[in-house]
């Protein structure tokens, strides 16, 4: 069974229908783009995936071990966290906040945050304040704090946005790393579609006419529509 | 020097003084945790607002003439935070608006009931003294200080017990929330939390000064330390210090209490920007 099934689904808020009969299924090392314009629900469809929005009609579904708040969440940055006196491991250790009961942060959980650490480099600013950053380095912290949420399913809400080219190689290359490598299912909303045509495995695309398919079968869609052109 | 001891030890006798040393540090500490959180949020204003809604209580209550008035004042406030988180979610008015309207509304309400109904022969004295504070922790009846000290252990446990939760909202609040936190109950929560802080810490500095208890530990505290664990610390600490010193300092030159404890904030802020700067270079 696939990680995430979702039928026909309608969203929207106050009534008013934003995207409809959306129906497609991530399955486990997928690498999902979902690309859309402005306005055309990608926000809204993320917060459904996440549990915290209801959708209008249709279901959303999980499935092959993957449970609901399993999802790490890699938010965009809000102005809030650009001056925030925090350390690199408080930030990543906080990504345990959903699996943890008691009041504090037991051995489990360190050596959950640590192992994350070491896995996106991060060692060496372990005890550097968050707000002293680049923005490449944050993105990275807050990717190691999705990562202690789940070792399964990622969901990164535009997670190159403000960062320079380089940077944003560097972050490509990472998600990249850990789908491939480490099995990591990703759920990518961006702008960028040539990320979208070099990594992905799949593409939703939302907003007017909704396609759901493979890399390839986008990449022949676009020559048509260029064709056309 | 000896002679100033000497009088301090006369004062600190006294069981209305050893109580206000007592409650201080309690108020001071519970406000500063949370001024972390509200500088952080950027919810300053809020307690701001709740602080002058709650002087529109005060002064209802003292046109009633009632002698325990944290009865009255606190569960309005109370509501009065509540209230302000939903108009918050509210397109109609915008959140900065709706404090600023419910604040100067509770204000000027406050001070006409006090003209039209006067409590005592002086309006000016009993307006000055909510807003300022002046001798209030002096004056505390044995009811509101069992309430002040248990409300404040109350608050301090809720924040030790959520202190995880609390920085996982406070830092990005859209995370915490898809990890499964109820957002919305922390809200609530810190809502209700500030209400009766600033209930609380009207009796230190007054009114118009809460705000000051609330914001100045946490800023300075952010101007040193770069990690959260250490800024709430700092602040927790910086704030008794700071208060005690601020009493003992009024009682010594008879200055009014929350003008001095606030003047002792602010100088603390100062050099801890200085530190700030030389810890930079």
Redesign the interface.
């Given at each position: 069974m696939a990680q995430i099934v979702c039928e026909d689904l309608a969203l929207g808020y106050e009534g008013k229908t934003v995207l409809s009969h959306l129906t497609f299924s991530v399955e486990a090392g997928d690498y999902l783009c979902i690309v859309g314009e402005n306005g055309s629900g990608k926000t809204t469809l993320m917060k459904t995936l996440?549990?915290?929005r209801r959708p209008l009609s249709g279901a959303v579904r999980f499935g092959d071990g993957v449970k609901k708040?399993e999802?790490g969440?890699l938010?965009q940055q809000?102005a809030?966290?650009r001056d925030?006196?925090?350390?690199v491991r408080?930030?990543v250790l906080?990504?345990c906040?959903?699996?943890?009961r008691t009041?504090?942060?037991g051995k489990k959980e360190r050596a959950v945050a640590e192992e994350q650490i070491e896995r996106l480099g991060l060692a060496p600013l372990r005890?550097?304040?968050y707000r002293?950053l680049s923005g490449g380095q944050q993105q990275r912290v807050?990717l190691a704090?999705?990562l202690c949420?789940t070792q399964k399913l990622l969901l990164l809400d535009e997670p190159v946005a403000g960062l320079d080219p380089k940077m944003t190689e560097e972050m490509y290359a990472i998600v990249e790393e850990l789908n491939r490598r480490h099995g990591i299912t990703v759920l990518m909303i961006t702008h960028d579609l040539s990320a979208a045509r070099r990594y992905a495995t799949h593409v939703l695309h939302i907003g007017g006419e909704i396609f759901f398919g493979t890399r390839e079968e986008y990449l022949a869609r676009g020559k048509e529509g260029d064709d056309r052109d | 020097m000896t002679e100033w001891l000497t009088r301090l030890g006369e004062y600190l006798s006294y069981p209305f003084v050893q109580s206000a040393l007592i409650v201080g540090v309690l108020i001071a500490l519970c406000s500063a945790l949370l001024g972390v959180t509200l500088v952080l949020r950027r919810f300053s204003f809020i307690g701001d607002g709740l602080s002058h809604t709650a002087f529109g209580a005060l002064a209802v209550a003292a046109v009633l003439h009632l002698t325990d008035r944290m009865l009255l004042v606190l569960p309005v406030t109370v509501l009065c935070a509540v209230l302000l988180l939903r108009t918050g979610k509210n397109k109609k008015t915008s959140g900065d608006a709706s404090v600023a309207m419910l604040s100067v509304g509770a204000m000027a309400l406050g001070y006409l009931l006090l003209n039209l109904f006067p409590a005592s022969g002086n309006v000016a004295g009993d307006v000055c003294s909510s807003l300022f504070g002046s001798t209030s922790i002096l004056t505390l009846s044995r009811t509101e200080v069992v309430l002040c000290i248990v409300l404040s252990v109350l608050v301090l446990a809720a924040f030790v017990l959520l202190y995880r939760r609390l920085f996982a909202v406070t830092f990005d609040a859209a995370f915490a929330e898809a990890s499964g936190v109820n957002v919305g109950l922390y809200n609530l929560l810190i809502a209700v939390i500030s209400a009766v802080i600033i209930v609380l810490a009207m009796n230190l500095v007054g009114s118009l000064l809460v705000s000051a208890l609330l914001i100045f530990p946490a800023l300075s505290a952010m101007r040193v330390y770069r990690s959260f664990l250490g800024v709430t610390v700092c602040a927790g600490i910086l704030s008794v210090v700071c208060t005690v010193l601020g009493l003992l300092a009024s009682i010594l030159f008879d200055t009014p209490v929350g003008a001095t404890v606030v003047a002792a904030d602010v100088l603390a802020y100062f050099v801890f920007a200085l530190i700030g700067r030389l810890k930079k270079n």
């Open positions: 996440l549990g915290l708040n999802i969440y938010p809000t809030v966290q925030f006196p925090a350390s408080e930030i906080s990504g906040v959903g699996r943890c009041p504090f942060y005890d550097r304040c002293e807050l704090r999705a949420a | -």
